[in-house]
C-alpha cells in the first residue's frame, strides 16, 4: 500500500512538474495614481487573441504588422489628430513622434497603453469610452511606426 501511495506521489510530482506553467497577465495601473486599471470600463470588441497576447508580454503585436498601422492611423486620424497634430507633432497635447515623453512610462508599450486607457493630466482623459483595448493597440503601432526619436531610446524596440 505504502509503495502505491508513493508511486502515485511521484507520478503527480512528474505531472504537475512537466506541465507548462501559465504566464500572469501583466499589472495595467493608471498613470497618475498608480491604482490597478479596471478593464471592465472597456468598450466592448477588444478582448481580441492580440490583446490577450499583449496582456501577457506587456507588448504591442501590432507593432511591425503593415496593415494594422493603417487602421491605427485611421483611428488616430480620427481620435487623436486634433489634440496631437496630423502627424503627431503637437498641439494642444504633446508631440508623439519624438523622444520626449511626457510620461516616460510611455517608452513602453505597456505605459502608453497605460496612459491611453486610463488618461493623463490636462485634456487626456480616459480612452476607454472611445476605443475598444484592441483599437488603442492600433494606435499605438502607427504611434511607433512613424517615431522620429532617437532608438536608444525606444524602450519598445528592446
Same mark, same amino acid.
Given at each position: 500500500?505504502?509503495?502505491? /501511495?508513493?508511486?502515485?506521489?511521484?507520478?503527480?510530482?512528474?505531472?504537475?512538474?512537466?506541465?507548462?506553467?501559465?504566464?500572469?497577465?501583466? $499589472? =495595467?495601473?493608471?498613470? !497618475? /495614481? &498608480?491604482? %490597478? !486599471?479596471?478593464?471592465? #470600463?472597456?468598450?466592448? &470588441?477588444?478582448?481580441?487573441?492580440? #490583446?490577450?497576447?499583449?496582456?501577457?508580454?506587456?507588448?504591442?503585436?501590432?507593432?511591425?504588422?503593415?496593415?494594422?498601422?493603417?487602421?491605427?492611423?485611421? +483611428?488616430?486620424?480620427?481620435?487623436?489628430?486634433?489634440?496631437?497634430?496630423?502627424?503627431?507633432?503637437?498641439?494642444? &497635447?504633446?508631440? !508623439?513622434?519624438?523622444?520626449?515623453? /511626457?510620461?516616460?512610462?510611455?517608452? $513602453?508599450?505597456?505605459? +502608453?497603453?497605460? !496612459? =491611453?486607457? &486610463?488618461?493623463?493630466?490636462?485634456?487626456?482623459?480616459?480612452?476607454? %469610452?472611445?476605443?475598444?483595448?484592441?483599437?488603442?493597440?492600433?494606435?499605438?503601432?502607427?504611434?511607433?511606426?512613424?517615431?522620429?526619436?532617437?532608438?536608444?531610446?525606444?524602450?519598445?524596440?528592446?
Amino acid at each position: 500500500m505504502k509503495f502505491k /501511495t508513493l508511486l502515485s506521489g511521484a507520478a503527480l510530482t512528474l505531472t504537475v512538474m512537466g506541465m507548462p506553467t501559465a504566464q500572469a497577465d501583466i $499589472t =495595467l495601473r493608471h498613470s !497618475l /495614481t &498608480g491604482e %490597478v !486599471l479596471d478593464l471592465s #470600463f472597456a468598450k466592448k &470588441g477588444g478582448n481580441t487573441d492580440k #490583446f490577450k497576447q499583449f496582456m501577457q508580454t506587456g507588448k504591442n503585436p501590432y507593432n511591425s504588422d503593415e496593415e494594422a498601422i493603417k487602421k491605427g492611423e485611421s +483611428l488616430y486620424m480620427t481620435g487623436c489628430s486634433g489634440c496631437h497634430g496630423h502627424e503627431a507633432e503637437g498641439k494642444l &497635447g504633446p508631440g !508623439l513622434a519624438d523622444d520626449y515623453w /511626457t510620461y516616460p512610462r510611455n517608452s $513602453t508599450d505597456q505605459g +502608453l497603453f497605460e !496612459l =491611453l486607457f &486610463g488618461g493623463a493630466n490636462g485634456m487626456m482623459g480616459p480612452q476607454y %469610452v472611445n476605443f475598444s483595448t484592441d483599437d488603442m493597440l492600433h494606435i499605438m503601432a502607427f504611434i511607433r511606426h512613424i517615431y522620429k526619436g532617437d532608438p536608444k531610446k525606444a524602450d519598445w524596440l528592446k
